[in-house]
């Protein structure tokens, strides 16, 4: 008798071979080191943007963001005509919706599973809260409102994880990237134990597929970067010989947690370890994204505004970032001003760019992206010509010291996207050229570009790379692959014998397994239906408080998702 296929998916967010590799010349990983001769491995291309919540998105939906609709941790609400989201003319003014698990258009792979009869374990996945019904166990991950007592399925399990004190994220302060480095490292360690230890205890029950994500990785790359990767200055300061032993013991235990887990799951399960998005250093210069505008012709109306005149002074001439006038003002004021402060910012903003047909967005650091108001004209033909317009412009511009080209290349929306959330994406989008990353506001004197300012608190950003390793039965060694995030989907339901919707964007990678295995049992495909389905365990969409949207977005801006 046949026994049933098992599929042990572990996330590394954030993980690439641009660190993997230095760590494995120094023999800080041996077993993921020994995995990768048996195995099929390589690099992963990530999303656009290559974020956890676009790239999560994707890996549970196996569709491209124009139809699951996630290419942020927010939404950014539409205008009145539902031409565009208002709140795109600055990063994040106005109001504010959070994403979550009913924020995700499309089928997600547990409810394709829990149909086919697969038990599961699901723990920390980006985007899961409120947690689903599923056939099997589901612990809720990043966007978890803190307070949250119930975020898993089924629901008791929550209480019996408090008591041992789980815990999904770090508390905003921890994500505050200018908080104690070494007390960060032990944080970080603490929660892959506790994840770590919570896996290994499920997995001793039947499953079929079991997933656990680890964060820890994107955290350290983000505020550890040049003192992980040889090759900075920075490697070798005083502070990162100081805070190596630390950091090498996080990438051991890692390590070590990845063998038993693996070793708990059997030899005859495939074991499928990949990241999200890739990482590298952040930029070294800056693309002020309104001064961009302004030099294309557009955004005039905020800059005219009292509140655009003020914002051009305190982060243009007096060199503040919008996070450091925000920490300033939060020292300086009572904290009732400041929030009125910052709402009557956000929306004068709003109102004061309601003429301009077009006005920007930062969707990753390298990546920007541009809504064009089409009720401000007279019909799709103009609205077409402005958008070519505004994209030969963008590929025009360039560094005003170096001459260098400031946009790499700029989309429209359908050359990368499609479905029925294709609407809700930017017109166009553009990333700029390596080298270069882009923040909301006007530069110093209104310039485009200026030289970023040093902060070793965050040195690393994400990248397109991600790392993908399939290791198993029938599996095809080979390394230095490249293969798309999208794709894993169906390779999952292929490798644990279920029907692949035909509608999906995902195709299962078949070149990871032996031809003779593939020619045995090939793919099936259903054409099944990729509506979604039911949200959360209770059917509505729980509302978050005020005290849990400050902390979320706190987190968000931690970890420079939003400005």
Not at 25 to 50: D, E
Not at 272 to 284: C, I, K, Q
Request: glycine share 8%.
């Amino acid at each position: 008798m046949t026994a049933r296929p098992k599929v042990l998916v572990i996330g590394l967010d954030g993980a690439t071979f641009d660190l993997l590799n230095p760590l494995f010349a120094r023999g800080l990983m041996p077993f993921l080191q020994s995995l990768m001769g048996s195995s099929y491995s390589g690099t992963l291309l990530s999303t656009v943007p290559p974020i956890s919540a676009t790239a999560w998105a994707t890996f549970v939906t196996g569709v491209n963001p124009g139809s699951h609709g996630i290419l942020q941790f927010v939404r950014l609400r539409p205008s009145e005509n539902g031409s565009a989201p208002s709140a795109s003319r600055e990063i994040f003014p106005g109001g504010v919706s959070f994403l979550d698990a009913s924020s995700i258009r499309g089928v997600r792979l547990w409810d394709i599973l829990s149909a086919a009869h697969k038990r599961q374990i699901v723990i920390n996945v980006p985007l899961t809260y409120p947690p689903r019904p599923i056939d099997g166990v589901m612990i809720t991950g990043m966007m978890t409102p803190p307070s949250a007592s119930v975020f898993t399925y089924p629901p008791d399990l929550s209480s019996r994880l408090l008591e041992g004190k789980y815990e999904i994220d770090l508390t905003v302060s921890e994500k505050d990237f200018s908080f104690d480095p070494s007390r960060l490292i032990y944080r970080l360690h603490e929660l892959l134990v506790k994840r770590r230890d919570v896996a290994l205890k499920l997995l001793q029950e039947p499953w079929d597929f079991s997933m656990a994500v680890f964060t820890g990785t994107d955290r350290l790359q983000h505020r550890f970067w040049k003192y992980l990767v040889p090759g900075f200055a920075e490697y070798d300061s005083v502070e990162a010989a100081h805070l190596r032993p630390a950091l090498e013991q996080y990438f051991e235990g890692l390590d070590q947690a990845l063998a038993r887990l693996v070793n708990c799951a059997g030899a005859n399960t495939t074991t499928v370890l990949l990241s999200d998005h890739g990482f590298g250093p952040v930029s070294e210069r800056t693309i002020h994204r309104l001064s961009l505008m302004r030099a294309l012709g557009l955004g005039k109306a905020a800059a005219k505004s009292g509140v655009g005149r003020l914002r051009t002074v305190v982060e243009g001439y007096l060199g503040l970032t919008p996070d450091q006038m925000r920490k300033l003002a939060a020292k300086a004021l009572p904290r009732q001003w400041v929030s009125r402060l910052e709402a009557r910012a956000r929306d004068t903003l709003i109102t004061a760019s309601a003429s301009d047909p077009a006005y920007s967005v930062t969707l990753h650091e390298f990546i920007g992206g541009i809504y064009i108001d089409r009720g401000q004209l007279a019909d799709d033909h103009s609205a077409e010509v402005f958008r070519q317009e505004i994209m030969s412009g963008l590929e025009k511009l360039v560094d005003p010291d170096t001459g260098t080209p400031l946009v790499a290349k700029a989309y429209s929306r359908e050359e990368l996207y499609s479905g029925p959330a294709l609407e809700e994406c930017p017109d166009i989008i553009f990333y700029v050229t390596p080298g270069y990353g882009l923040s909301g506001g006007y530069g110093p004197g209104g310039s485009i570009v200026s030289p970023r300012r040093s902060d070793l608190n965050k040195q690393g950003t994400h990248r397109d790379d991600g790392m993908l390793l399939i290791r198993g039965p029938n599996v095809n060694p080979k390394q230095e692959v490249r293969e798309r995030l999208v794709d894993v989907t169906s390779t999952i339901l292929y490798l644990l014998d279920v029907p692949i919707p035909s509608a999906m964007d995902s195709r299962p990678i078949l070149r990871a397994f032996r031809k003779e295995a593939v020619a045995k049992r090939p793919p099936e495909y259903a054409d099944v239906a990729l509506e979604s389905t039911a949200s959360g365990a209770g059917g509505a969409q729980p509302q978050v408080s005020e005290e849990d949207a400050e902390e979320l977005l706190a987190r968000l801006r931690g970890l420079g998702y939003i400005e």
